[in-house]
C-alpha cells in the first residue's frame, strides 16, 4: 500500500485469512507491540506445534523464519501493519495494527454488567416485596425492568454497530 491508498475490506481479510499473519499481529499484541524476528518465528512454530517454545527445533524455528520474512512482513508492511528494520530484525506494530487488533479483543462497555445490574436491581426490589418490606405495584414495576432491558438492549445493539462501524471505516470499508 503506498501513500494515498486505504485498506479495504478486501485487503483486511485478505491480510488476516493467514494464520501466520494473525500470530505474528497477537504476538506484537502481547510483547507491547515490538518483538525480534525469531522470537517470533520461534513462539508461532510453539503455537503451531502446540509445544513450548524451549522446545521449538531449530529446523522449524528458520521454516517459521524464513515464511515471515519472505512472505507475510512484507505483506503486512504493504498495508502498513506493521513496520520492520531489517538491520535489527526488529517488528513493530502500528497505529493501523493497533486499530485493526481493537476490531478483534473485548469491547470497552461490558454490557454483561449493565445487564446484570438491571436484572439484580429487578429481583431484589421483588423480593423486598415478597418479603413485605416494601410495597410495590408488581405490574408497574415489571414493565419498567422489561422497559429498562429493551432499551439497554437497544443501547446494546446500536453501540456495537457504531463502533464495529468507526473502526472499520478506519480503513474504508464502509
Known amino acids: 500500500m503506498t ?17 501466520r499473519r494473525r500470530a505474528l499481529l497477537c504476538f506484537l499484541r502481547l510483547r507491547g507491540g515490538e518483538a525480534d524476528l525469531r522470537k517470533l ?27 515471515l520474512y519472505q512472505s507475510h512482513l512484507p505483506k503486512l508492511e504493504e498495508y ?37 445490574l438491571v436484572a439484580g436491581v429487578g429481583f431484589g426490589v421483588f423480593g423486598l416485596h415478597v418479603a413485605g418490606i416494601i410495597t410495590v405495584p408488581i405490574v408497574a414495576f415489571t414493565l419498567v425492568v422489561l422497559g429498562a432491558l429493551i432499551g439497554l438492549s437497544i443501547a446494546h445493539y446500536y453501540r456495537h454497530r457504531l463502533v464495529i462501524r468507526n473502526a472499520l471505516s478506519e480503513f474504508s470499508c464502509i
Open 41 to 67: 518465528a520461534t513462539q508461532i512454530a510453539a503455537w503451531e506445534q502446540d509445544i513450548d517454545p524451549e522446545a521449538v527445533s531449530e529446523e522449524d524455528t528458520k521454516r517459521v523464519y524464513i515464511s
Open 80 to 116: 502498513e501493519l506493521v513496520s520492520y528494520d531489517s538491520d535489527t530484525k526488529q517488528v513493530s506494530a502500528t497505529e493501523q495494527t493497533k486499530e485493526v487488533i481493537a476490531l478483534f479483543t473485548e469491547p470497552t462497555v461490558q454490557w454483561e454488567r449493565y445487564y446484570l
Open 3 to 19: 501513500g494515498g491508498d486505504e485498506l479495504t475490506r478486501v485487503d483486511l481479510f485478505e491480510v488476516l485469512s493467514s494464520d
